[in-house]
């Protein structure tokens, strides 16, 4: 697959930090984490699959294992995810690949009355404090009839990336609808999707989706359900955590300096395509006013002509960090809505996260300028 470069620019005069003895190395921040990221291009493609929800987990050898939700490109991208969907394993020395085809873990059971008949999709995966793995997901229980509020939420757990991943409880159902009116997800018509779940130190488990209550200017927000077990049982939060007017999805949970943080695609913003960062000191009570976290893929590469079709056009979705070993964020997985050129499905496309300091002329500090080619 040919890439086109990306071009780097650096104002001359410019010193870094890291060239003065005893100064300590930058870290990311959520202050800085929009302009730490450094795109390195598509890492994951199948010329006959659309690749979209990344899980990228490192082992304790230092490989890099990435879950990630497919389909075949004959199914078409807007039908396909929630019929034909599985989740299949990649495996790589390095975020950057090469990634080798390992295994399907899941597929849709096919069985009529399952709750995951079809389109096992959004797939996640968290390494828990007794150091086992576990895997989130959604399905739903036709694939056409009903869909999307017969979504639901799944999860498996292993002790190894390699698995075996078995079912949690009887049959993988962790999350469905709340039952309870009061509950603001109640009435979904989404059902309960995007699933991301944080371990806290105090040994409970906040589990985040997405719903959509049912009526006129309606818009997707994110809520929590909290359990004791990472099995659940689940008890749902009565209000939405956040209070966006257009569209947010996507969310992705994680620890950074302290506080709990939530980064979402942005799909109707100023920014439409790139992706957001709600936080929170407690994972429940979050700033209402998000940060800016990343762009559209066509914001750090040129656009390529005539692109096979795939989803809305540039955007980068499904946003997911891959941590080293002391919990520090290395890399974003994002997949891209648009097929890499010269290929027919879309793909994931990698950032590496690399927070630097300057010294500037006049002696204050600031942001490296990094410009993609245009």
């Not at 879950?67 to 807007?78: G, I, L, Q, Y």
């Amino acid at each position: 697959m040919r890439m086109r470069p990306l071009c780097f620019f650096i104002a001359v005069g410019v010193v870094t930090l890291s060239a003065h003895a005893g100064l300590p190395a930058p870290t990311v921040t959520l202050a800085n984490f929009h302009d730490s990221l450094v795109p390195k291009g598509f890492v994951l493609s199948e010329n006959d699959w659309h690749i979209w929800c990344n899980a990228p987990v490192l082992d304790d050898q230092g490989r890099v294992h990435l879950f990630v939700s497919r389909w075949p490109v004959k199914d078409s991208f807007a039908l396909g995810w929630h019929t034909s969907c599985e989740i299949a394993h990649y495996q790589a020395g390095r975020p950057e690949g090469p990634y080798n085809y390992v295994g399907t873990v899941l597929k849709g059971s096919g069985v009529d009355g399952s709750w995951r008949m079809a389109g096992t999709h959004n797939v996640t995966v968290v390494r828990l404090p007794d150091h086992r793995y576990a895997m989130l997901f959604i399905a739903n229980t036709n694939g056409t009839v009903g869909f999307p509020a017969n979504q639901k939420i799944g999860m498996m757990l292993a002790s190894s990336l390699a698995g075996p991943w078995k079912f949690a409880g009887q049959d993988g159902l962790v999350l469905d609808v709340p039952a309870d009116p009061d509950v603001w997800s109640h009435d979904s018509t989404v059902g309960v999707n995007n699933p991301t779940l944080l371990p806290l130190p105090d040994g409970r488990f906040l589990l985040y989706y997405k719903a959509m209550k049912a009526g006129p200017g309606k818009v997707r927000r994110m809520g929590v359900a909290i359990a004791d077990r990472v099995e659940g049982p689940y008890r749902f939060e009565k209000e939405p955590l956040t209070a966006n007017e257009g569209t947010i999805e996507d969310g992705f949970a994680f620890f950074l300096n302290g506080e709990v943080c939530l980064l979402v695609t942005d799909c109707h913003g100023a920014g439409s395509g790139g992706g957001l960062i709600y936080h929170s000191p407690d994972g429940i009570h979050f700033d209402r006013k998000p940060i800016r976290a990343y762009e559209a893929v066509d914001h750090y590469l040129k656009r390529w002509p005539n692109p096979a079709r795939g989803w809305s056009p540039w955007v980068l979705q499904r946003p997911a960090l891959l941590f080293n070993q002391d919990g520090t964020p290395t890399h974003l997985y994002a997949p891209c809505g648009t097929p890499p050129e010269g290929r027919l499905g879309t793909a994931t496309f990698l950032f590496e996260i690399k927070p630097s300091a300057v010294v500037t002329p006049g002696g204050g500090t600031g942001s490296l300028f990094r410009q993609s080619e245009k």
